[in-house]
């Protein structure tokens, strides 16, 4: 998941993405899972449940990010925010 905004993106070849995957069997206190069920599942373009890993962020050529697969909604957008602050203890 691409967390960098397009302001981040100009000028330079990188992004900062966050891992996502749909091994959802370890699911640490960092880490942000997501179900079918929740109501921004549908806008995500997941196909299963999975886990946003937000304490896996890394720093990789844009180019990587070849196809936009969905989007995350306000809730989940806040969800993943508040877990990035815990990580870097901003208020």
């Known amino acids: 998941m691409v ?3 397009e302001t981040f993106h100009r000028g330079q070849e990188d992004a900062i993405f966050l891992l996502i995957t749909s091994n959802t069997l370890r699911v640490t206190a960092h880490d942000l899972l997501i179900e079918e069920v ?3 599942f549908s806008s995500t373009g997941l196909k299963k449940a999975s886990v946003f890993r937000v304490g896996r962020i890394h720093t990789l050529n844009q180019k990587l990010a070849y196809s936009r697969l969905g989007a995350i909604g306000p809730r989940l957008k806040e969800e993943v925010l ?4 815990r990580i870097f203890q901003l208020s």
């Open 38 to 40: 929740h109501p921004e």
């Open 3 to 5: 967390v960098s905004s």
């Open 82 to 85: 508040g877990r990035l602050k």
